[in-house]
């Protein structure tokens, strides 16, 4: 079991190191990728101001996102992304075998079934609030009905606590799916007032400032499908992780009951008689 652990416990690192790398990978790309600001709106006045411009147009994507965005559209996309990624950091740290299967808690709770002491062994699983504990200890009032009512109870318990991780992650995909509505709702709006301007103006059409607010237009939608593509990938990893880790869970338990249930079946040793006197 401890070797079977241990392996478990590895593979779950590296993977948690290789998803980690690549949030790491899509921040720093949309931090720091350049790109070429929009034209700057209006008439050109010159060589020497258009030269101006020039430099002042020379800007990151990310000050050109946020001023496309404005503070309202900023501040919204902002907080979905901080709020993915602290959800994303909780169910990291709660999804791992470390946490739902804790070594010592198998080592104290192995111990007190080799000594037969039974309810010490419950009163260690009441106290433990891993995923492992808690199912022992709803299944360990069952076994005076037999280990197929104990199993069934553990079972349960164990769906229990997955339905409720289900839920949070739940939330990934909420993410995923208001994003790039989001950013539809910003584009329609730019354009909007983009084609609005056009048909209120007179005369020759200024195709820079048209451009520049199309421009703007399209920065929500992308903002929008740059949080729904994290969120997911995270909804998909952590859900296809729940459910191995339930079943590991599952099988774990069901080993466990079966070797308290024996254990319960087999007579205690007598005690050794004390030597005679002469």
């Not at 606590?161 to 584009?187: C, H, N, Y």
């Not at 070797?259 to 040793?269: D, E, G, I, L, S």
């Amino acid at each position: 079991i401890s070797v079977g652990l241990e392996f478990r416990r590895v593979l779950f690192r590296s993977r948690r190191a290789l998803s980690a790398l690549s949030l790491i990978a899509l921040v720093l790309a949309l931090v720091i990728a350049p790109s070429h600001a929009r034209a700057q709106e209006g008439e050109g006045g010159g060589e020497a101001a258009a030269a101006g411009d020039s430099h002042k147009g020379d800007e990151s994507f990310i000050v050109h996102a946020m001023k496309s965005a404005g503070i309202a559209w900023t501040l919204l996309m902002g907080g979905i992304s901080i709020g993915m990624v602290a959800l994303s950091v909780f169910l990291l740290m709660e999804l791992r075998l470390g946490v739902v299967m804790p070594e010592d808690f198998l080592t104290e709770f192995n111990t007190a079934i080799d000594n037969r002491q039974f309810q010490q062994a419950q009163q260690i699983a009441k106290d433990n609030p891993s995923w492992l504990a808690k199912s022992l200890d709803a299944a360990l009032p069952k076994l005076q009905f037999g280990i197929d009512e104990a199993s069934d109870a553990a079972t349960r318990k164990l769906d229990e606590v997955r339905a409720s991780k289900e839920l949070i992650i739940s939330f990934m995909a909420v993410i995923g799916q208001l994003g790039p509505l989001l950013g539809l709702v910003g584009t329609v709006y730019g354009m909007i007032n983009s084609f609005k301007k056009l048909g209120s103006a007179s005369g020759n059409v200024n195709t820079n400032a048209l451009a520049g607010d199309i421009s703007h237009a399209l920065v929500v939608p992308l903002m929008g499908v740059g949080v729904a593509v994290p969120a997911i990938f995270f909804f998909t990893f952590f859900s296809k992780r729940l459910v191995q880790i339930a079943t590991e869970t599952n099988n774990m338990s069901s080993d466990i009951i079966s070797r308290v249930y024996n254990t319960m079946r087999k007579p205690a040793a007598a005690p050794a008689a004390a030597p005679q006197a002469r």
